[in-house]
């Protein structure tokens, strides 16, 4: 299986800008379509954003298109998530995804990061 490590979380002011990273082990990143998802404290998961394995399509929920950018470097087993413009709604634990080429699931996941917007 795949191991996902999430880092970057922390407690940042309203309007600020965060960076989200998520590292794989292995060596089959380039395989998987990767995603970014988050849960509020009393809420169900979501998924926030999602990147194609070539990185040719991204996809937002549209609460934060505009100001979340989810980008990856397959030659660091990388995947990103630049959150500009942060609202107290998105405080919640990241989680980082991984959904193997022909699977319909995300499949394997990180252990999650903190992001706390004050307002």
């Known amino acids: 299986q795949v191991q996902l490590v999430e880092s970057g979380g922390g407690l940042v002011q309203a309007g600020g800008s965060l960076r989200l990273s998520c590292t794989a082990s292995?060596?089959?990143?380039?395989?998987?379509?990767m995603g970014w998802f988050r849960q509020a404290p009393g809420k169900e998961r979501e998924i926030v954003a999602r990147?194609?394995?070539?990185?040719?399509?991204?996809r937002y929920v549209d609460s934060v298109k505009g100001r979340f950018t989810i980008s990856r470097d397959n030659t660091k087993n990388t995947v990103y998530l630049q959150m500009n413009s942060l609202k107290p709604e998105a405080t919640a634990v990241y989680y980082c995804?991984?959904?193997?080429?022909?699977?319909?699931?995300?499949?394997?996941w990180g252990q999650g990061t903190h992001v706390t917007v004050s307002s």
């Open positions: 990147i194609n394995w070539s990185a040719s399509t991204t």
């Open positions: 995804a991984a959904r193997p080429i022909q699977a319909t699931l995300f499949s394997y």
């Open positions: 292995g060596r089959t990143f380039s395989t998987y379509d």
